[in-house]
């Protein structure tokens, strides 16, 4: 067939039994046993060397070659690679420019089993402008003519061909994210939501293209057709007699425009017109202001909690929701009422932005942010880390500057305590990370509560003091690889024993630096050396840990830290004196038998060790 039509390229009777012959193959190819031998036997690359011939005679081969390759690479990765090698994807590309429905239908069917797990394919379309024409086909006035199953099909190939990194910008340029917001609103306003499918595959796009894009989330945000998005999750419901698929189907929709939505808040470019854009701003305010209103749905709260969240990424906007709008107070409002995950998670996610600046924190805490989320930091809730990770986050900020708002726990009969519920928090949870951010509220604390002297700065110092505090900060020392984290836990603990305690405190206080130490768990599998290293220094006591940062000639370790392990070391053997401790001569025996005077040691650092070997005599 190839030798007659290259003959006599203009002969319909050629064109007519090439085109039999291709349909013959397309339909036996619908058989899942045949496509293989098919594909060795050559009859794709046949297929691919009629179909460059064509011309106006061979438009009905066209068609029928489409459905070949269709029907070949369903399934099959091989046939699919045959295709890739035929450099014939600029050719079936060119059916999508095509004035012909028919061809173009099948264009899109025919791409879209070749670019399902092929790479190659992906990357061939978009290196021949295929995304470019594909996007000409999203237009509502497809919709009008009756091009329905086009552009559906269009859009669900452009899910497929969007994982290529080439093709997200290729998307979102000329206005193309406002291209697909368009077809959106047609597709709510105008059909009605009669085609769900097709919404989902919108929906999937812009909330890749908008995760992924820059340019793409700067040029939504400036759009008017941005609104469009808010309109829907606000507005737009499905039909009464929908079913359970339907329903299912049109929640995760609006699940992938409120992600949509919030990634448009990432853009810096985003970050002063957004929130300048009264418009936007009242509405995520009213969202949130509602919890009480049946009309404000789960997406709606997620996405204005998100969304103000992402724009509270300056001072000048954290201070101005809080210092104008009060938004603090809905917010915690939301937090106590939602049982959504995704509301908590948003809710508590604001909260830490808005925690940042200086000026919200009296507000903040004043408003009952502590004891509003620290009931997420139970047992039952532990299966929700990131919003336990940002509430430990919150109480961190918190604690910081006023003791009066640090230590408003606002307890009740029978409640557990903040402070408590971050102790038990600490006691429990094995992951590192959380254990020690968890710790530094206590560090924050201590801190808070030594640099004042009112009433409420004595009260906090009093349930300070625990040995249970002691026991948290002490591993924070031993475990963590930071010095930076390792002096805040020097640091606390030596305003702890500053502090005029009972003598029953002082006691059990003194024993947790010499009790036996079992492995710690942050210990992980590295270089055998290396591994080696860390489980000994994991067994280490805690006055042996702090005569290591002492003496240990470490250069990541400052001087300043190696101070203040002498001055917390000198302030224990003072109080263990004080109270006749049974460990004060095992405490003293450890410091002068393991720290000698050294004139490499900065001069500061010898006249602490000094002291310190002074209290020791």
């Not at 394919?121 to 919709?143: F, H, R, T, Y």
């Not at 801190?447 to 110092?461: I, M």
């Not at 947790?512 to 079992?518: D, G, S, T």
Request: with cysteine.
């Amino acid at each position: 067939a190839k030798e007659q039509i290259s003959a006599d390229p203009h002969n319909d009777e050629y064109w007519n039994n090439a085109s039999k012959l291709a349909e013959l193959c397309a339909n036996a190819a619908r058989d899942q046993r045949t496509r293989g031998p098919l594909g060795k036997a050559g009859v794709i690359q046949s297929i691919a060397a009629i179909m460059r011939l064509a011309n106006t005679e061979g438009k009905d081969y066209v068609i029928q070659a489409l459905r070949s390759f269709a029907n070949l690479c369903f399934d099959e990765d091989e046939n699919r690679k045959l295709v890739a090698e035929s450099e014939l994807i600029p050719t079936i590309v060119e059916g999508l420019s095509s004035k012909n429905p028919s061809l173009v239908r099948t264009t899109c069917g025919a791409l879209m089993n070749l670019c399902i797990d092929s790479d190659v394919i992906q990357e061939q379309v978009c290196d021949c402008n295929g995304v470019k024409a594909l996007m000409s086909l999203l237009e509502p006035a497809q919709m009008d003519h009756g091009e329905d199953a086009m552009v559906n099909t269009a859009a669900k190939l452009l899910t497929i061909i969007q994982e290529n990194e080439k093709a997200v910008p290729q998307i979102a340029a000329e206005e193309g994210v406002s291209k697909l917001i368009d077809l959106v609103r047609y597709s709510w306003t105008v059909d009605k939501l009669e085609d769900l499918d097709l919404l989902e595959y919108l929906s999937e796009i812009l909330q890749h293209v908008l995760a992924e894009n820059e340019y793409a989330q700067a040029s939504a945000g400036k759009s008017l057709s941005f609104i469009t998005l808010l309109d829907f999750i606000e507005q737009a419901e499905i039909a009464d007699d929908a079913d359970e698929e339907e329903q299912k189907q049109f929640d995760q929709i609006c699940k992938c425009f409120v992600k949509a939505i919030v990634d448009v808040s990432l853009a810096d470019d985003n970050l002063n017109h957004l929130y300048e854009n009264e418009s936007v701003l009242n509405r995520y305010l009213k969202w949130i202001e509602n919890a009480d209103d049946e009309s404000v749905t789960s997406d709606m709260q997620t996405c204005a909690a998100l969304s103000l969240g992402n724009l509270a990424r300056t001072d000048e906007h954290c201070v101005d929701l809080v210092q104008k709008y009060h938004v603090e107070i809905p917010l915690l409002r939301l937090l106590k009422k939602t049982t959504d995950l995704r509301v908590q998670h948003a809710v508590v996610s604001i909260l830490k932005n808005l925690s940042l600046p200086k000026q919200n924190k009296q507000n903040i805490g004043a408003a009952g942010a502590i004891q509003a989320v620290a009931p997420y930091l139970d047992a039952s809730k532990d299966m929700l880390k990131p919003v336990q990770f940002a509430v430990i986050g919150i109480l961190k900020l918190l604690a910081v500057g006023d003791a009066e708002t640090s230590s408003n726990e606002g307890e009740e009969s029978g409640t557990i305590s903040p402070l408590d519920r971050v102790v038990e928090f600490i006691q429990r949870v094995d992951d590192v990370a959380a254990k020690s951010e968890a710790t530094r509220v206590l560090v924050n604390l201590i801190k808070t509560a030594w640099s004042q002297e009112n009433v409420s700065s004595v009260v906090l110092r009093e349930r300070l003091c625990s040995v249970q505090i002691v026991k948290a900060l002490a591993a924070l020392i031993r475990s963590s690889k930071f010095s930076i984290l390792q002096n805040e836990g020097i640091i606390a603990l030596t305003l702890l024993f500053t502090q005029e305690n009972s003598d029953a405190f002082i006691q059990d206080g003194l024993a947790v630096f010499v009790a036996p130490e079992e492995s710690l768990s942050h210990v992980t599998d590295e270089s055998t050396e290396t591994q080696s290293e860390e489980l000994e220094k994991a067994t280490l006591n805690l006055l042996q840990v702090l005569l290591r940062i002492i003496i240990e000639n470490d250069a990541q370790m400052p001087d300043q830290v190696r101070c203040n392990a002498c001055v917390l070391l000198e302030r224990t053997i003072i109080a263990a004196k004080k109270v006749q401790s049974d460990n004060l001569q095992l405490l003293k025996d450890q410091v002068l038998e393991q720290i000698n005077d050294n004139n490499a040691l900065s001069s500061s650092l010898q006249d602490r060790i000094a002291q310190l070997r002074l209290a020791s005599s």
